[in-house]
């Protein structure tokens, strides 16, 4: 939990950054490589996480083979980022 809003948090400040103009400068995660990929990403997927951890509780939930569409497009990238980096 610590760690999703850490990340979270990260996430915020470079959407903030970006909405400014201004560059964005990670605090907590400036040593892991991408980090605005990876943080990108991370804000993207949070509808379609919701919609799985809550039973599509949201008001305008992805219908099933959307979210299936858009989870295996999500691993695709972490891989490819997972290939570049590491």
Same mark, same amino acid.
């Given at each position: ?15 903030? +950054?970006?909405?400014?103009?201004? /560059?964005?400068h $990670?605090?907590? %995660?400036?040593?892991f490589?991408?980090?605005? *990929? ?11 996480r919701?919609?799985?951890?809550? +039973?599509?509780m949201?008001?305008? /939930?992805?219908? $099933?083979?959307? %979210? ?6 999500? *691993? ?9 980096n590491?």
């Open positions: 939990h610590a760690i999703e809003k850490m990340v979270n948090c990260e996430a915020e400040a470079l959407l903030q +950054a970006k909405g400014n103009g201004q /560059p964005y $990670p605090t907590c %995660l400036q040593e490589p991408e980090i605005e *990929i990876v943080l990108g990403l991370w804000k993207s997927l949070t509808d379609t919701n919609d799985i951890d809550h +039973a599509g949201r008001e305008t /939930p992805g219908d $099933p083979s959307t %979210l299936i569409k858009q989870i295996k497009k999500y *691993i695709q990238q972490f891989d490819n980022l997972l290939v570049v590491f």
